[in-house]
């Protein structure tokens, strides 16, 4: 009776989890054609953080690896314009950061809402919503600085700002970010209940 129910249970989340998967794929491939100077916005986040609230950080680094996946499709066709460039400039880089940045976004998501279990569920989805934009720019900032050096200072030129760092801040990732985490904050509210209503109906 027990396995039963786990079997249930596994196929629920499997097929929760194929939903948000549908989710992220589409809204990535929408977010795409959105862009703040050369590069695109995240919308999928949102998924991602309520699949790792509700099921943990493995199955919140699936689902950012996921998007990492979408992300890289679209910096290989040049739907992503600076992301393109990477690529061309450091191919199988780009494509293990597109990828293992949405991972860590969504494993640290689900990290940090089981870590604060003990809390109001609306609590874990506010703090997992910082953390995973948080995380997400982080790595993206951080490999620019490491591999492509050379590639951002001419940016970091072309827009008229003295340094590498006062170009990622505030011309690259800096507003990508603030949107970013806007979102996913302000659609805290509505992850929240949806995680109550489906653990309701999953009892």
Known sequence: ???LKKQKENTRMMVLMALLGAIVVVLQFFAGSISIGSFSITLALVPIVLGAVLYGPIQGAILGGLFGIVVSYSVVTGTDVGGHIMFEYLPAVTLFMCIFKGAVAGFM???VAKCLKEYDIFVRVVAAAIVAPICNTAILSLGIV?????????WAVAGGFDSIIAYIIFGMCGLNFVL????NIIFAPVISTVIKATKRFLK
């Open 109 to 111: 998501a689900g990290f």
């Open 1 to 3: 009776m027990r396995t």
């Open 180 to 183: 970013e985490l806007s979102i």
């Open 146 to 154: 490491v591999f492509y050096r050379e590639l951002a200072s001419q």
